[in-house]
C-alpha cells in the first residue's frame, strides 16, 4: 500500500501527539495522587523519602545564587561494600522528568567525584582548593547528574570485606559493573521518583570499560526481572579505552609530529600486523616484551620524556621537573617493575589534583559530604597514589598517601562486541571523542565504531558552535545504526573540561535527545556563543602574550589551548582574470600544494589594546639612510626607544621597493646580524609581517596605536622587512602595470638588498639571514641563490650571506599530506581518505617520495582532492591553525564563494584558496597603514592611493564582495599583481645548491597548520638524503621554571628540521615566546 506524503505527515503527527498525551498523563497522574503516595514519588524538600538525609545542606566555599538540591553519601552493596555517590539534582524547571545520567571516570582507580567536581558537576574547585565556583555548562541543567567513586576503594568509597590482609583494594572489570548496578539499584532505592526516567550511563578513559560493562549488567538485570528495573537508554563514552587504543597512537603521533619518520617505520617494521587508516583485521594485541611491544614502548618513552601533556597534547604540562620525568619514566617501563600498566601512568606527571585533594580532604568538606572520616587521606586516583610512591623513591621524598587498588583488566579487549550486545537490546550509543587527546586517541574510537560495519544513517558532517554571529567548527559527526561517532575539535581527554561550552551542547544534542538526528542538518543546528560567554578560549589572553604561560594546573578552564576567535588577520591570494602563457600552465597544472603557495603566507594581524604614544629620536646624520629614520610614529608607546626607518630601494628597472628597518635593541646593535624577512602569497605584505608577528610594534586592534612586542625579533638582530614583489603594499612602479616572476622577485629582491646595504654602508660586513614563511618558502631559497650568484660574480656590494630560515613553506612535497594531514587530525572520513588514496594511486604516506607528486586538478585525483578538502572549508576549519576559530563570513556567504570558485569557468588557478579569507580578520593594519599621518612619518609615495596586504586579494574581493555580502569598501580597485609562479616544484634543489655553497639552512613548521603542514616539510628535508648529525629531540621552554615542549628538533649536515608545537601558520604570532626562543637557539646560534 503506497502511503501519500500527507498521510506520511498525519502519521508522524499521531506518534508524536500520542507521546507527548502518554507525558502529560504521567505528569497528571503523578499530580493527582494521594498527598502520601506523592510524596514518596516526588522530590520534595521533606524527609518522606530514603534519600532525604543525604542531602547536603551547604557545601564549604559553595557560591551563592546556586539552589538546586545536593545529595551524598553511601550506597551500601550486599557484598559489604560502600560505594560513596553524589547526586546533583537537574536544575530545570521539572527535574522529576528529567533523565538522570551517571558519570564515571576511569584510570582504573580514578574517583568521579573529581569528574564532577572539575568537568561536568554544577560546582567547580578553584586553584585554592577551599572555594566553589558555578559551572555555567554543568550536565545538571537538563539532567539529573549521578557520580558514583568506583571500583570500591577509589576517593571515598570503602569496605572492610573487600581489602586484603595488606590493606590493597582488590577489582576487577566484572566485580566493578556488578557492584555499580547494585548502587544503582540501591541510589533508585533512595531517590524512588527517578526510577521510571530515561537513564543514561556516561564516562571517560577507562569508563570505555566501566559503561559497557556495566550497562550490559543493566540489560541482564532487567531482562532477569531483577527490581527495580532500570530504564536504560543509552550508553556515552568519551576518549574510552578499546580494542584499538594502543597502535594507533603511533599514527597520532607521527602525523602531529611528536615522532619522527625512523621511529614511526621502525614501529611499523616491527609490527607487521599494523593497520594504517582501516579498521579492518582483527585487534593488534601487543605483546611488550616482543619486538613490537618494545619498539612501540621507545616511541612511548621519547614522548613521555619530552613533556608532552599526552592528555592534550596542545596544552602545557604541570608537575615534576624534566630530570624526575626521564628518572620516573625509565623506571616505569622498565620489565621488572612489577606495573601493568607500562606506558600509562608517566601521563598523570602533566596533570596536578592538588586542588581537589585539598578540598575533599578538609574536615568540613567530609562531614558536608557525609563521608566516613576514618578513612585517612582521600585521593583523586588510588593507581596514581602508588605511582606517588613511586615518585618518592626516585625523588627521594616521603609523601603519604592511600593505600592502592589490585586492578584486573580483562575486558578492554572486548569492548565492541558489548557495544553490540547493548544495540542489539535498544540501547543507543554515543562515542566521543576530543581530538587532541594521545591517551585514548579519536583514531582509535573511529576505527572501532567503524569495525562493526553497522548501517550508515548519516554521512559524516560537521557539527557547529555560534561565536558572535558567526559558525564555527565544533568537530564532525557520524550517525550509524543506533550509534553516533563525534570528534570535539581541540578538547583533550577530559572533553568537559577543555570544551565545556561544546560538551555541552554535545551532551542535550547528541547524549540527552532520545533520537540522535534533529530535524536540521548538524551544520545548521548551532550554540550560539559570544565574546562574552565565559569558554575555555574566552579567558585566554589574546595578546602576544605566551597562553597558560605553564600555570599551576594544566587541566583548568583558563589554561586550555588558545583557540581565541577572531582576532587574527590574514590576506588570501588569488590572480585577477584569467592568466596567459607560463601562468595558465601554472594554473592549469599546479600540484595540490598551489593551494599553500595560493594561501599559506597570507598574514594575520592580532588584534590586541595597549595605549601610549610618543618617540623619541637620536640618530648621526652622516649616512644615506638617515633621512628615512622614522620621526613621531603615529601611536607609537613611550617604552620603545630603538631607531626604526623606512623608505624607499630603488631598482635599477623602475621599481621602488618599500623597506621597513628596526634596528637591534642589544647593546651591540652595530654587529648583529641583518635578518630579513619575506611574507608570501605571492602578493602578501612584509610590512604587514612586520607590525603583527616579528616587528618591535605590533597594530593594535584599534586601528590608531602600537604596542611594544617583547618577542620582537630585532632584540638581537637587525629587522629588515622589503614589501616584495614590486606592486605589493607601498612599493611601486613608474608605469603602474605590475607582474612577477619567481626569478624577477628574487633579482629584484637581490639589488634591494644592496640599496639598503648602501644607506646602511656599517651592516654590510654583519651576517645576513634571509628568512620568511609560506610562499616564503620560494622567495627566500631563489633570493639566496641570487645573493650566492651575485657574489660568485663578484657584484658590489658582496653581501655576507649565512643561512636561510623558512618557516610552514610551500615546497614540492606540499599537497598530498594535507589529505594525510586531515585524516589524521580527525577532519575527512575514513571513506573520503580511502577516496583519495583509490584516485592518488601515487599518493605517499609516511613515505616521501623522490620527486613529489604533481597533481592535474582535471583529473580524478585532483577533482576528488577538491571534492575531500573543499568539505573542510564549509566545516569552517581555520586551515591556518586548525584549532583556532574562525573569523569572518557566515557560512552562506562561505559556501557562495566556494560554489563560485569551483566553478570551471571561474578561471581561478587556485580552486581551495580564497574561501580561507573567511577565517581571518586583518582590519585593523589596513586602518592603520593607510592614516595620513602614518603614511607621512613613514615617507611613502603620496601617489599610492591605497595600502593593501595582499595586492591579489583586492581583487578577488572586489568580485566576490557583493556575493558574500561583506563591505570591503577599503580595498583597493587601482592596482593588481599578477604572479607567474615557476620554481615551487623546485625547493629542495635550491635547498641543496645553498647548503653545497656554505649556506646553512633551518626549516621550522608550526605544527597546527594545514596549508604548509608540517609533513610535507619533513618529507622534503628527508628527500635530500642529508647526513644526520643530530637525532630528533625535543626543545624546551622554561616557563615558571617548567621546562615545556617547544616542539621537536633534527639536525642534518647544515640543515635543521624543527616544529613548534602548537603553532599554525604564523608562527611569531601565534607562539611569540616559543618563536623567540627558536630564533636564539637555531635561528642566531
Not at 579505552?241 to 597512537?249: A, D, P, R
Not at 570535539?488 to 555541552?504: C, D, I, L, T, Y
Not at 572520513?829 to 592535474?856: F, H, I, L, Q, W
Request: proline share 5%; glycine share 8%.
Amino acid at each position: 500500500m503506497k502511503l501519500s506524503l500527507v498521510g506520511l505527515c498525519a502519521a508522524m503527527l499521531l506518534v508524536v501527539a500520542t507521546i507527548v498525551t502518554q507525558h502529560a498523563s504521567r505528569i497528571s497522574a503523578l499530580r493527582t495522587s494521594s498527598s502520601t503516595e506523592f510524596a514518596a514519588m516526588t522530590p520534595s524538600a521533606s524527609s518522606d523519602f530514603p534519600g532525604a538525609g543525604d542531602q547536603i545542606d551547604h557545601l564549604p566555599g559553595q557560591p551563592e545564587g546556586y539552589a538546586s538540591r545536593m545529595f551524598s553519601g553511601y550506597l551500601p552493596l550486599e557484598n559489604g561494600g560502600n560505594a560513596f555517590y553524589f547526586f546533583a539534582e537537574s536544575q530545570s524547571t521539572q527535574p522529576e522528568l528529567d533523565p538522570v545520567v551517571l558519570w564515571l571516570n576511569g584510570g582504573p582507580g580514578a574517583s568521579s567525584l573529581v569528574g564532577c567536581f572539575t568537568e561536568n558537576g554544577p560546582l567547580l574547585v578553584n586553584d585554592d582548593g577551599h572555594t566553589l565556583r558555578k559551572n555555567d555548562y554543568s550536565w545538571n541543567n537538563k539532567a539529573n547528574l549521578l557520580c558514583i567513586e568506583s571500583p570500591v576503594g577509589v576517593g571515598y568509597s570503602w569496605s572492610a570485606a573487600k581489602r586484603t590482609a595488606l590493606g590493597v583494594y582488590v577489582s576487577d572489570d566484572l566485580a566493578q559493573a556488578k557492584d555499580l548496578y547494585d548502587a544503582l539499584q540501591k541510589f533508585f532505592g533512595k531517590f524512588p521518583w527517578l526510577r521510571e526516567n530515561d537513564f543514561i550511563i556516561s564516562g571517560e578513559s577507562y569508563g570505555g570499560v566501566y559503561v559497557p560493562t556495566t550497562a550490559r549488567a543493566i540489560v541482564q538485570g532487567n531482562g532477569a526481572n531483577i527490581l527495580p528495573k532500570i530504564n536504560l537508554k543509552k550508553f556515552a563514552v568519551g576518549n574510552g579505552v578499546n580494542e584499538f587504543s594502543g597502535i594507533s597512537v603511533m599514527l597520532f603521533a607521527y602525523y602531529h609530529g611528536l615522532i619522527g619518520t625512523e621511529d614511526y617505520q621502525a614501529v611499523r617494521t616491527a609490527c607487521p600486523e599494523y593497520k594504517e587508516s582501516t579498521a579492518s583485521g582483527s585487534f593488534l594485541s601487543l605483546n611488550m616484551t616482543s619486538s613490537c611491544g618494545q619498539a612501540v614502548v621507545r616511541v612511548l618513552t621519547t614522548i613521555f620524556q619530552s613533556h608532552i601533556n599526552s592528555y592534550n597534547v596542545y596544552a602545557q604540562c604541570a608537575g615534576l621537573p624534566l630530570d624526575g620525568v626521564e628518572k620516573i619514566t625509565a623506571h616505569y617501563l622498565s620489565p621488572t617493575n612489577g606495573f601493568s600498566h607500562p606506558v600509562g601512568n608517566p601521563l598523570s606527571l602533566c596533570l596536578n589534583n592538588t586542588d581537589t585533594s585539598t578540598y575533599f580532604n578538609l574536615p568540613e568538606v567530609k562531614a558536608a559530604l557525609h563521608a566516613n572520616t576514618s578513612l585517612g587521606t582521600w585521593s583523586s586516583a588510588v593507581l596514581t597514589d602508588s605511582f606517588v610512591k613511586l615518585i618518592s623513591l626516585v625523588e627521594k621524598e616521603d609523601l603519604d598517601t592511600r593505600a592502592t587498588l589490585s586492578y584486573t583488566s580483562t575486558l578492554k579487549s572486548t569492548v565492541t562486541p558489548i557495544w553490540r550486545e547493548l544495540l542489539a537490546a535498544g540501547v543507543k550509543g554515543v562515542i566521543y571523542h576530543g581530538d587532541v587527546d594521545i591517551v585514548c586517541d579519536f583514531m582509535s574510537g573511529q576505527w572501532a565504531v567503524e569495525s562493526m560495519e553497522l548501517r550508515r544513517k548519516s554521512p559524516r558532517a560537521p557539527w557547529m558552535v555560534n561565536a558572535s554571529g558567526v559558525p564555527q567548527s565544533a568537530g564532525f559527526v557520524e550517525q550509524f545504526e543506533g550509534l553516533t561517532f563525534l570528534t570535539v575539535k581541540g578538547a583533550g581527554h577530559m572533553v568537559p573540561m577543555w570544551k565545556p561550552a561544546e560538551a555541552s551542547e554535545m551532551l542535550k544534542r547528541f547524549i540527552l535527545q532520545r533520537y540522535v538526528l534533529g530535524s536540521r542538518p548538524f551544520s545548521q543546528a548551532i550554540l550560539n556563543l559570544t565574546n562574552d560567554t565565559p569558554m575555555a578560549w574566552s579567558k585566554i589572553n589574546t595578546s602576544v602574550q605566551p597562553s597558560g604561560r605553564c600555570a599551576r594546573k594544566e587541566r583548568s578552564r583558563e589554561e586550555a589551548i588558545p583557540l581565541t576567535g577572531g582576532t587574527g588577520q590574514h590576506q588570501p591570494l588569488t590572480t585577477k582574470h584569467r592568466l596567459a602563457g607560463p601562468a595558465r600552465r601554472y594554473a592549469q597544472y599546479g600540484a595540490f600544494f598551489l593551494v599553500c603557495m595560493a594561501l599559506g603566507n597570507l598574514m594575520v594581524f592580532q588584534r590586541q589594546s595597549f595605549d601610549g604614544i610618543a618617540v623619541e629620536s637620536s640618530v648621526e646624520e652622516d649616512h644615506p639612510g638617515a633621512a628615512d629614520q622614522i620621526i613621531g610614529m603615529p601611536g607609537l608607546p613611550e617604552d620603545y626607544t630603538a631607531r626604526v626607518f623606512s623608505g624607499y630601494l630603488p631598482l635599477n628597472n623602475g621599481g621602488q621597493a618599500f623597506y621597513f628597518f628596526a634596528e637591534s635593541q642589544s647593546a651591540k646593535a652595530e654587529e648583529d646580524p641583518v635578518l630579513l624577512w619575506l611574507n608570501g602569497g605571492p602578493g602578501a605584505s612584509s610590512l604587514a609581517g612586520c607590525f603583527s608577528e616579528n616587528g618591535p610594534l605590533l597594530v593594535n586592534d584599534d586601528g590608531e596605536t602600537l604596542r611594544v612586542n617583547e618577542y620582537a625579533w630585532n632584540k638581537r638582530a637587525n629587522l629588515l622587512c622589503i614589501e616584495s614583489p614590486i606592486g605589493v603594499g607601498f612599493s611601486y612602479n613608474t608605469s603602474g602595470v605590475y607582474s612577477a616572476t619567481d626569478l624577477s622577485q628574487a633579482d629584484d629582491l637581490y639589488e634591494a638588498l644592496q640599496q639598503f646595504f648602501v644607506k646602511f654602508p656599517w651592516l654590510l660586513k654583519n651576517e645576513l639571514v634571509v628568512s620568511g614563511e609560506s610562499y616564503g618558502g620560494v622567495y627566500v631559497p631563489t633570493t639566496a641563490r641570487a645573493i650566492v650568484e651575485g657574489n660568485k660574480k663578484g657584484d658590489q656590494p658582496k653581501l655576507n650571506l649565512k643561512k636561510f630560515v623558512v618557516g610552514n613553506g610551500v615546497n614540492e612535497f606540499t599537497g598530498l599530506s594535507s589529505v594525510l594531514f586531515a585524516y589524521y587530525h580527525g577532519f575527512i572520513s575514513t571513506d573520503d581518505y580511502n577516496a583519495v588514496r583509490n584516485a592518488c594511486p601515487d599518493m605517499k604516506e609516511s613515505s616521501p617520495s623522490a620527486n613529489g607528486m604533481s597533481v592535474d586538478l582535471s583529473e580524478d585525483c585532483g577533482r576528488t582532492l577538491v571534492t575531500t578538502l573543499s568539505s573542510l572549508m564549509l566545516a569552517h576549519i581555520n586551515m591556518y591553525d586548525v584549532y583556532r576559530r574562525c573569523a569572518g563570513a557566515p557560512m552562506d556567504g562561505v559556501r557562495a564563494l566556494i560554489s563560485e570558485i569551483l566553478q570551471p569557468q571561474s578561471g581561478y588557478p587556485h580552486p581551495l584558496g580564497n574561501p580561507m579569507v573567511m577565517c581571518l580578520n586583518y582590519s585593523s593594519s589596513e586602518v592603520y597603514f593607510n592614516r595620513q599621518d602614518v603614511r607621512t612619518a613613514m615617507h611613502t609615495n603620496a601617489d599610492i592611493e591605497h595600502w593593501t596586504n595582499d595586492a591579489l586579494t583586492s581583487v578577488v574581493v572586489e568580485r566576490m564582495a557583493p556575493m558574500i555580502g561583506i563591505d570591503y569598501r577599503s580595498i583597493a580597485r587601482t592596482k593588481y599583481l599578477e604572479y607567474s609562479g615557476l620554481l615551487k616544484q623546485e625547493v629542495t634543489p635550491l635547498w641543496r645548491y645553498l647548503l653545497d655553497h656554505g649556506v646553512q639552512g633551518v626549516i621550522y613548521h608550526g605544527d597546527a597548520d594545514m596549508m604548509c603542514d608540517l609533513i610535507g616539510g619533513l618529507w622534503a628535508v628527508e628527500s635530500l638524503q642529508l647526513p644526520r648529525e643530530v637525532a630528533r629531540k625535543p626543545w624546551f621552554v622554561n616557563m615558571d621554571g617548567v621546562d615545556q615542549s617547544g616542539g621537536f628538533v633534527e639536525q642534518f649536515a647544515n640543515l635543521t628540521y624543527l616544529t613548534v608545537k602548537g603553532a599554525g601558520h604564523m608562527v611569531p604570532m601565534w607562539k611569540p615566546v616559543e618563536a623567540e626562543v627558536m630564533l636564539e637557539r637555531f635561528i642566531l646560534n
